[in-house]
């Protein structure tokens, strides 16, 4: 995939981060936008065999439940399609956590261990053996490893006279980032969204930059955040070789 991108990190830990992205058009925005959700597989439980369950619960429930469980991908370990198997053994009276999950790959893991699953009363039990798969988004939204996936465009605020001495400033209410006169990058949050509070008793002028946009992308543990990213721009790339290849042939 041709074209030239500047990229600026505005703010990230392991699971989200919110950065910039100039020289995308709104399409191109969006198939990266859909690519981090669908395209990056992730390990999801897929298939459970019970062989206890005296909970309050149907199996059924549990195993919908187990299916949104995030499971820890090392992509470079592993292919589409492959499966790992785990296992749970919990009596009560207990609440069985994603913790309590065993894994026959110390590779794959639940990435958080204190979701909950059930509670069980005194007597009552939850044993089962399940196929955790690796596979992608667009086959199953629990193999969405991009739980939070969105953008807008980046705005730039100019900052003009100020307003009469007897005029009312209304609230200017902004999400996400702004780009000041000075060029530099600023997140709403830091104003609590509200430009007049950033500019008070001034005339101010929002418009977008063309071409630019703020990303906000937060992952479920299934890998970092700057994994997903990167996964997500070399399967959009290479879907824009396979386009280009077809038709040049």
């Known amino acids: 995939m041709s074209g030239q991108f500047d990229v600026q990190i505005i703010e990230r830990d392991d699971r989200q981060a ?14 990266f936008r859909r690519a981090m959700v669908a395209d990056v597989p992730t390990f999801a439980i897929d298939s459970v065999r019970f062989t206890e369950n005296s909970s309050v619960m149907f199996d059924e429930m549990i195993g919908l439940r187990l299916g949104l469980v995030p499971l820890t991908t090392p992509l470079n370990d ?23 999950i065993e894994s026959s790959d110390e590779l794959v893991q639940p990435a958080d261990d204190n979701i909950p699953i059930v509670e069980l009363k ?9 196929d955790a798969v690796l596979d992608t988004g667009k086959d199953h939204a629990k ?6 996936v969105g953008f807008r465009h980046l705005q730039s605020v100019t900052v003009g006279d100020d307003i009469g001495e007897f005029d009312e400033q209304e609230p200017e209410i902004l999400r996400g980032a702004i780009e000041t006169d ?15 509070n950033r500019y008070p008793g001034t005339e101010l002028t929002v418009e977008d930059v063309p071409g630019a946009y703020v990303f906000h992308v937060e992952t479920d543990g299934s890998f970092d ?17 396979e386009l280009h290849d077809a038709v040049t042939v």
């Open 18 to 31: 919110r950065f910039v992205v100039r020289g995308l058009t709104p399409a191109l925005a969006n198939g």
């Open 143 to 148: 193999q969405q490893g991009g739980v939070a």
């Open 225 to 241: 955040v700057e994994e997903l990213v990167l996964r997500a721009a070399e399967s959009l790339g290479d879907r824009a070789d």
């Open 78 to 100: 592993f292919e589409i399609g492959d499966t790992v198997t785990v296992a749970l053994d919990v009596e009560g009276p207990a609440t069985a956590y994603s913790g309590d």
């Open 122 to 130: 005194e007597g009552h039990s939850l044993k089962f053996e399940a």
């Open 182 to 196: 000075e060029g530099e990058v600023i997140l709403t949050k830091e104003f609590d969204h509200d430009l007049t």
